[in-house]
């Protein structure tokens, strides 16, 4: 990641152990604490939810991975089945 | 121009190998029955014309690009609202399609789904937070 400072400051904890972020862009943040005690906050949004239900995503996934191995059924005789449920 | 069907998962063959047998023993419940007539309608018009006026066929550019290759998503009825789909991808070969998956009841109409949002890559709560001490106020 490539970025340049645009601010820094210095701030200290309260009793709680909470400091305010200055003109914090956005409501969210993924917090990482480093184990030198480095601690790197990432925004997070929030985005719209899924149209597409997990199991559906699932199976639209396995289905990929299958036809890009070339593994597919055999060719589904759908005119039979128009015919089947017709009679 | 007509294209021949394949099913792209293992599981969806035998669902619809498993609706047809039932259906020649007469065994098929009335949602099955429904179920299978609006699929195999859906896959007549799609190895006609995957361009069907009642599919109502449109890529999904999220999954395109997640998955590397077009995806499509039709749907089982026409002009109603919560209605099944069938997400499928051309070939293996040319004049083929693949049907990747198949959902009969989308989620979205009931729950709202479309209207939902949700943290990105963001962890649940910490148990923490549900501390009731955490809320209490310093005077």
Same mark, same amino acid.
């Given at each position: 990641m490539v970025t340049t400072i645009e601010k820094e400051y210095t701030v200290? /904890?309260?009793?709680k152990n909470r400091f305010t972020l200055r003109g914090a862009k956005t409501r969210f943040y993924r917090v990482k604490v480093l184990k030198g005690g480095h601690v790197v906050?990432?925004? $997070?949004? /929030?985005?719209?939810? *899924?149209? @597409? *239900?997990?199991?559906? /995503?699932? $199976? @639209?996934?396995? *289905?990929i991975r299958n036809f890009k191995r070339g593994r597919v059924s055999g060719p589904i005789d759908v005119a039979a089945a128009r015919e089947l449920l017709r009679g | 121009m007509t294209f021949q069907i394949f099913m792209g998962h293992p599981e969806m063959e035998a669902l619809w190998k498993e609706l047809l047998d039932k259906s020649r023993r007469n065994k098929l419940s009335s949602d099955e029955r429904e179920f299978l007539d609006k699929w195999s309608k859906a896959l007549g018009y799609l190895s006609q014309n995957p361009k069907h006026p009642g599919l109502q066929t449109h890529e999904i550019d999220d999954l395109s690009r997640k998955f590397g290759m077009k =995806?499509?998503?039709?749907? &089982?009825?026409?002009?109603t609202p919560g209605a099944g789909r069938i997400f499928w991808?051309?070939? +293996?070969? #040319?004049?083929?399609?693949?049907? &990747?998956? =198949?959902? #009969?009841?989308p989620e979205s109409g009931k729950?709202?789904?479309?209207? #939902? =949002?949700? &943290?990105? #890559?963001?962890?649940? +709560?910490?148990?923490?937070?549900?501390n009731p001490r955490d809320k209490r106020r310093l005077p």
């Amino acid at each position: 990641m490539v970025t340049t400072i645009e601010k820094e400051y210095t701030v200290h /904890l309260d009793t709680k152990n909470r400091f305010t972020l200055r003109g914090a862009k956005t409501r969210f943040y993924r917090v990482k604490v480093l184990k030198g005690g480095h601690v790197v906050l990432s925004p $997070q949004k /929030l985005v719209p939810g *899924s149209k @597409i *239900s997990k199991d559906t /995503l699932c $199976q @639209i996934a396995e *289905s990929i991975r299958n036809f890009k191995r070339g593994r597919v059924s055999g060719p589904i005789d759908v005119a039979a089945a128009r015919e089947l449920l017709r009679g | 121009m007509t294209f021949q069907i394949f099913m792209g998962h293992p599981e969806m063959e035998a669902l619809w190998k498993e609706l047809l047998d039932k259906s020649r023993r007469n065994k098929l419940s009335s949602d099955e029955r429904e179920f299978l007539d609006k699929w195999s309608k859906a896959l007549g018009y799609l190895s006609q014309n995957p361009k069907h006026p009642g599919l109502q066929t449109h890529e999904i550019d999220d999954l395109s690009r997640k998955f590397g290759m077009k =995806v499509w998503q039709s749907y &089982l009825e026409n002009n109603t609202p919560g209605a099944g789909r069938i997400f499928w991808a051309y070939g +293996p070969d #040319r004049r083929q399609i693949t049907i &990747l998956a =198949v959902e #009969r009841h989308p989620e979205s109409g009931k729950r709202k789904a479309y209207e #939902r =949002v949700h &943290l990105s #890559r963001f962890p649940k +709560p910490a148990a923490s937070s549900e501390n009731p001490r955490d809320k209490r106020r310093l005077p």
